[in-house]
């Protein structure tokens, strides 16, 4: 500025007044005019000053404004980051689910195909099972009509048993000799014969000359058992009876033979299986075929009672009251049936429940025993297993009683040694008394045909009275002839034999009748 204006002094000094006055004109309008710059460029400046305020303000504005923005699209970028994910995650899940989607389709359109197959399976089978349906029917048919063949076979299968057990013979008499025991002195007894029928005895004695006669005493019976002969060989020949007893026949089996002679053993027999007597035995058989016939529309009822007769008096070996003191009578229906009063009946449903019985029977004995010497061998003991069985199928009804029966010693007054002793005289006419009573009653109703129905004497004893109704005409009996090997019984064992001999000789209880009923649908 300093030099324009010396340029200026300098270029004035050179010029006219006119040139003065007009470069002074033009000076002032210059001044003015820079005067004017100048107000221009300060209001331009102030005007920048301000536009630079606003525009700073704008500035500043425009940074928070980027702040804002870029906050904005940072949360932005990490909404959109998180959206990201999640849209991955939707996706990979999408992909999934489109994946699950195809296996489900895959599987449904499996699994539709597998129950076609099924389906047309089902209509298969179900047709098969009409087939085997009918096929069932067919075989019911044949089942039933098996069964009705099975019915009347089974009551052929009774006729024909009791024509057998008829042809037999009603009564019949089998003979035991039981084993030696370490005892000495065996009789001589033989067995002679394939048929096991015979048994003779021989007996040697001094005559009056001093020589010696062997007297050979020949018996013949419908069984002779060896002492060898084991319980099941002996039941082997009684079964048939425990058989009949279930087809509704009464039965009496009888253990006769004195004391020691194997009577007990025979019917209730030791304790072993292989041991067991004909009462375990018969039971056992009859429970059995019951449960057998079970099939064929039978339902059986049994149930047992056990008494004594000792001295003529009834004892219930199932009471409770005291030995001797009880009175029980004797009654007969008119049903066919004998009813003791005041006497326990059991029923049974098993034979350990028989066993049970027996035992119970036993320990009652063995008590009054140790106080009356002896006292199971002085008495009869008799058991009685009622079995009532009926149909509905074909309407039949059954009612047979088995009666096992120990008797009691048959030994004579002289060598039981009871002449002496008040009370064993007396147990000892008893016994004879009831057991002569029982083989005239046999014997009456041998000579009774049908026709000429006289007096049988069953009134004479007890045993006999109260076994009226199994020895009459509707009964099977069989006697178990027990005897001693011992030479010392051999006269005891001849009186047996004899007493036997005289029961068995043409004896015939009639013919059996089966106490049976029709039942009235
Ligand atoms: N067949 C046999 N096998 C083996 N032992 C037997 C046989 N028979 C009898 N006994 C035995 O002989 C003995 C006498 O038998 P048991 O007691 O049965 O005779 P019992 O005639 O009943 O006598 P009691 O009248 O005195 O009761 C017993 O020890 C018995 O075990």
């Known amino acids: ?87 991955a995650a939707l996706r990979r899940a999408m992909v999934e689910q489109s994946n699950q989607h195809l296996t489900l389709e895959t599987q449904v359109s499996a699994l539709r195909a597998q129950g076609h197959g099924l389906a047309e399976e089902v209509r298969g089978r179900e047709a098969r099972v009409g087939e085997l349906e009918m096929a069932l029917e067919r075989e019911r048919a044949v089942v ?63 005559t009056a000359t001093g020589g010696s006669r062997e007297a050979v005493m020949p018996f013949s019976f419908d069984r002779v058992f060896q002492p060898q002969a084991t319980q099941s060989e002996v039941f082997e020949e009684i079964s048939q009876l425990a058989q009949s007893c279930t087809d509704g026949y009464n ?22 299986d292989d041991a067991a007597g ?33 001295n003529e008096t009834i004892n219930d070996l199932l009471g409770t009251g005291e030995i001797d003191k009880k009175k029980h009578e004797i009654k007969h229906e008119k049903n066919g049936r004998t009813t003791v009063t005041d006497v326990v009946i059991l029923p049974l449903e098993s034979p350990s429940q028989v066993r049970n019985l027996l035992m119970r029977a036993q320990s009652r004995r063995t008590v009054h025993a140790t106080l009356m ?50 009370e064993r005289l007396k147990e000892t006419q008893a016994i004879n008394k009831s057991l ?8 009456a109703l041998g000579e009774k045909s049908a026709a000429d129905k006289g007096h049988v004497p069953y009134r004479n004893s007890k045993l006999t009275y109260l076994l009226q109704n199994s020895l009459s005409g509707n009964s099977k009996t069989l006697m178990v002839l027990n005897l001693s090997p011992l030479a010392a019984h051999l006269n005891e064992s001849l009186c047996s034999l004899r007493f036997a001999t005289k029961v068995v000789n043409n004896t015939q209880i009639g013919t059996a009748r089966k106490q049976q009923a029709r039942i009235s649908s």
């Open 144 to 206: 039933r009509e098996r069964e009705q063949e099975l019915r009347e076979a089974e009551g052929l299968r009774r006729k024909l048993h009791n024509t057998v057990m008829e042809l037999k013979g009603n009564i019949r008499v089998f003979c035991r000799v039981r084993p030696v025991q370490n005892e000495e002195g065996m009789a001589m007894i033989a067995f002679p014969g394939k048929e096991s029928r015979e048994i003779v005895l021989s007996q040697s004695s001094e």
């Open 1 to 87: 500025m300093t030099c324009a204006v010396a340029a200026l002094k300098a270029f004035k000094d050179q010029l006219t007044v006119e040139q003065l006055t007009t470069i002074r004109q033009v000076e002032v309008d210059v001044g003015r005019q820079y005067q004017a710059s100048t107000a221009e460029l300060e209001s331009l400046r102030s005007a920048h000053a301000r536009e630079r305020q606003d525009w700073e303000i704008e500035r500043m504005k425009l940074d928070r404004e980027l702040r804002e923005v870029r906050e904005d699209l940072r949360i932005a970028r990490d909404d959109l980051g998180r959206e990201r994910e999640t849209s």
């Open 251 to 272: 039965v009496c089996i009888f253990g006769y033979g004195q004391t020691s002679s194997g009577k007990t053993y025979t019917m209730e027999g030791g304790a072993s």
């Open 373 to 422: 010497n002896e006292r199971s061998s002085r008495s009869h003991s008799v058991f009685t297993l009622r079995v009532s069985g009926n149909n509905p199928l074909t309407g039949e009804s059954c009612d047979g009683c088995l009666n096992l029966v120990d008797l009691a010693g048959s030994e004579r007054l002289a060598t039981s040694g009871a002449a002496n002793d008040k």
């Open 436 to 443: 002569s009573a029982l083989g005239d009653v046999i014997a």
């Open 278 to 310: 004909m009462i375990p035995r018969a039971v056992r058989q009859i429970f059995e075929v019951t449960q057998e016939l079970k099939g064929r529309g039978w339902t059986y009822r049994m149930e047992g009672q056990f008494l004594e007769i000792y």
